[in-house]
């Protein structure tokens, strides 16, 4: 009985990690990766993208951080140093193949960005006062969602000659109504899916509490490899 208590507990630990290996992957560490992979591809062609080896060093990075950030008991500002890893790493594979050019390059900077603006709201939602927890995932959702509009300049940057990746260019590009048009709706996108993320995470906190109570209720009646697969349970939740 034992044994099969500690086989399922093994399992369902497993099937944790993996879980949020993927949740990790494709909602953070993924997501700058895919949005450029779309943005060389709509520019430049599949051909060009598949032929540069730096490509790969995006979504090779992205796995280490995802598999970092899904398998470690993260606590605080080491989720700001964990969502720098898949920047960090591409930086170093893609300057020893490009050299100071990489620096050169305006979305090698924004993956910068966007990695340190997700792991300081990330390290806020763990360190902060619960009641700014929906605040501090509201703004990551926000973070993910602009990220579209900024990549989206980037692609017409590499397109037309007379846009210039700076702030007098940015203003220059928000001029028109289209680009003011993609800006609004991704600001909209945002704070409707961190709301709805906030709200989902409390529900959980919601079962999760009321587990720990059926918890305490059935303590008694069970052996010790039952209750930690029952703790177990609670924290999947």
């Known amino acids: ?3 099969t208590n500690k086989s399922d507990l093994n399992s369902i630990l497993s ?3 993996w879980a ?3 949740r990790s992957f494709l909602t953070n560490s993924a997501l700058f990766p895919f ?3 779309i943005r060389v591809v709509s520019t430049a062609g599949l051909i060009s993208y598949i032929s540069d080896p730096p490509s790969y060093f995006s979504f090779l990075a992205a796995i280490v951080q995802s598999f970092l950030i899904g398998t470690r008991n993260l606590r ?4 700001l140093f964990a ?9 170093v594979a893609d300057f020893i193949w490009e050299g100071w050019e990489f620096f050169h390059e305006p979305y090698h900077w924004v993956y910068w960005g966007f990695g340190l603006a997700m792991g300081v709201f990330e390290a806020l939602r763990s360190i902060g006062n619960s009641k700014f927890h929906q605040p501090w995932t509201v703004a990551q959702s926000l973070v993910r969602t602009l990220l579209f509009p900024v ?8 397109i037309e000659s007379d846009v210039n990746f700076s702030f007098s260019g940015w203003i220059t590009y ?10 609004a709706v991704a600001i909209l996108l945002g704070i409707l899916l961190g709301i709805a993320e906030a709200q989902a995470d409390e529900y959980a906190k919601l079962l999760r509490r009321a587990a720990r109570q059926l918890k305490q209720y059935a303590d008694w009646g069970l052996d010790p490899w039952s209750k930690k697969l029952f703790g177990t349970l609670i924290n999947s939740i």
Do not use: C, D
């Open 1 to 3: 009985m034992q044994m």
């Open 15 to 17: 099937r944790k990690r």
């Open 151 to 158: 990549v989206y300049f980037l692609s017409e940057m590499g």
């Open 76 to 79: 605080g500002w080491q989720f």
């Open 20 to 22: 949020q290996v993927a």
């Open 174 to 183: 928000m001029v028109a109504p289209g680009h003011q048009f993609i800006f």
């Open 83 to 91: 969502n720098l890893v898949g920047p960090f790493l591409y930086t």
């Open 35 to 37: 949005f450029n992979l």
